[in-house]
């Protein structure tokens, strides 16, 4: 299997770029730092609930809860395919 060529700019202005074409669909900061957050701890499983209240410190867990669950479909559906088949999971 082919490696993916995935590149993302965290340092100033936010980029991602999958086989050096832009992926759209990332404008609003807090898909951007879903994507960094995961990214930058690919190697350990992360709980849902964990990420709820890292984003949403001050909600209750229904509410918190929610908003993940919001913010996780928008990702999924912002990612190219091919990285939406890969092993990326949340558990």
């Known amino acids: 299997m082919p490696a993916v060529a ?3 700019n965290l340092l100033g202005t936010f980029r991602l770029l999958y086989h050096d074409e832009v992926v759209r669909g990332f404008d609003q900061a807090r898909l951007q730092e879903l994507l960094a957050y995961l990214l930058l701890h690919r190697d350990a499983p992360v709980a849902r609930q964990q990420l ?6 001050d909600s ?3 509410q ?6 919001n913010l996780w479909y928008r990702l999924r559906r912002a990612l190219p395919a091919a990285l939406r088949a890969s092993r990326a999971r949340c558990e």
């Not at 709820?52 to 410190?57: D, E, Q, Y």
């Not at 918190?64 to 669950?69: D, K, L």
């Open 52 to 57: 709820a209240f890292l984003f949403w410190p």
């Open 64 to 69: 918190a809860s929610t908003n993940f669950r």
């Open 6 to 8: 995935l590149r993302i």
């Open 60 to 62: 209750t867990e229904e």
